[in-house]
């Protein structure tokens, strides 16, 4: 694959916008006008730095008390605390092929959203109320990466790409599926681990409701008339729209998109008999029939997500998630096959393939050396989001397209009122 991937992909989603989860990467999330939404690749970075720190801490390279708590730290911080002796270069050269593992485990979480089977396979991002094809789908892909990793002469490029895979997916339960709306504060601990991850709306029952969505019609940028071809734009903000028989039965239910298919290439349409939830964005077609609207919360922009008062909360919890599946895998895995399958401390050849890389000033494709994590599991975490996001919108400086003046006016007041709404509940919650 071409070093420009993260170039192709980005002008790809500029001239589609078909992203279906978390947006992948922030190069695409600026294009995608969703400036201050969590990707797929923080939520990864962020979750392995904290997995990473465990190791270190399981096996003793780093004390306990060595941790500040407060502080946020990179993998390089990481490896300095681990081997306090390493020279500034060593440790670019010790940790280099684990970043470029990294590299491609998040291009190929990234890839889920292009490639032209997965993007509307529902099992692929938890649409549809594919509970229990999502759930078979990560369990497949678990069952390859720990065959593959404890072959010990096996080569685990595939290995790597199906945990990008896997990844995917296990985030975009808590953005696609309604288990921030009932409540749920915690991850979903059988994710991952059984098929069965709770109980499931039926078939035949109503799980969403128009009245909660407010239809939004607005002018287009030039930029949205292009790469949207719709204008003006028409989609929804919703807010209590799930049906509250759902809520109170704890039932899992999640939103129906257009043109996607099963795992036999047979379309799936949402139903005109009963009234299910949609996907929901501007670009959502089924979002415009019973019930409207929809209830994903992939980014902090309304035109994309009708629930995005929830897209951190989300996020959040695909963090911790993610987290715990990597923790989880290091326990079955035991920590030598999780070292070989990451290369923490890399072979003579991986170290060799480094060199040669560095001094050939090799870019990353997705990964990013600048994005780091607080180690505890507060609401710091969230904060952490937020400050990264700005970091990193102030280092990118909307150079993929025009400039910030692009944005609807109309999403400012929203991204306001969101803010409004955040203080509301955070005060309620106090009380």
Not at 101 to 129: C, M, Q, R, Y
Not at 145 to 152: G, L, P, Q
Not at 193 to 209: D, K, L
Not at 214 to 223: E, H
Request: hydrophobic share 35%.
């Amino acid at each position: 694959m071409s070093n420009n991937i993260k170039t192709y992909l980005a002008y790809f989603c500029l001239l589609v916008i078909s992203i279906t989860g978390f947006i992948p990467h922030p190069s695409v999330r600026l294009g995608g006008q969703a400036g201050e939404s969590i990707t797929h690749t923080e939520i990864t970075q962020q979750a392995f730095i904290r997995s990473l720190a465990r190791y270190f801490l399981d096996t003793h390279a780093i004390r306990t008390q060595e941790i500040n708590h407060s502080h946020e730290y990179t993998i390089d911080e990481l490896y300095h605390l681990a081997y306090p002796h390493w020279t500034t270069k060593q440790v670019r050269q010790r940790s280099y092929p684990l970043k470029s593992i990294l590299d491609t485990i998040l291009v190929e979480n990234g890839l889920v959203d292009f490639d032209a089977w997965t993007k509307k396979l529902p099992a692929a991002h938890f649409d549809s109320e594919a509970f229990s094809n999502g759930s078979r789908r990560i369990l497949e892909l678990r069952r390859q990466i720990i065959n593959d990793t404890r072959t010990k002469a096996k080569i685990l490029t595939e290995a790597r790409k199906c945990l990008g895979q896997l990844l995917h997916t296990l985030q975009d339960f808590y953005s696609h599926s309604n288990w921030i709306e009932l409540g749920k504060t915690d991850i979903n601990d059988r994710l991952g681990i059984h098929e069965n991850i709770g109980p499931v709306a039926a078939s035949n029952q109503s799980t969403c409701t128009s009245s909660g969505c407010t239809k939004i019609r607005v002018r287009c940028s030039l930029y949205q008339k292009i790469t949207l071809n719709k204008c003006p734009l028409e989609y929804y903000e919703c807010k209590n729209n799930i049906q509250p028989e759902i809520i109170a039965q704890g039932l899992l239910t999640s939103g129906y998109s257009s043109n996607q298919h099963n795992e036999n290439n047979d379309s799936i349409t949402k139903p005109i008999n009963v009234e299910k939830c949609s996907h929901g964005s501007v670009m959502d077609i089924t979002s415009h029939q019973p019930a409207v609207g929809g209830i994903n919360k992939d980014t902090t922009i309304p035109l994309y997500s009708p629930h995005f008062d929830l897209h951190y909360e989300a996020a959040n919890l695909a963090v911790i998630a993610t987290e715990q599946f990597l923790n989880d895998l290091r326990r079955d895995l035991g920590n030598d096959d999780f070292d070989r399958l990451f290369a923490i401390h890399p072979t003579v050849e991986e170290l060799h393939a480094a060199s040669k890389a560095i001094a050939h000033m090799r870019k990353w494709q997705f990964f990013s050396s600048s994005i780091s994590s607080g180690l505890s599991l507060t609401a710091r975490l969230m904060k952490n989001f937020r400050q990264s996001v700005k970091e990193r919108l102030k280092k990118i400086k909307w150079n993929l397209f025009g400039n910030s003046k692009d944005i609807l006016k109309e999403d400012f007041v929203f991204r306001r009122r969101r803010k409004r709404d955040l203080i509301l509940r955070r005060r309620q919650q106090l009380h």
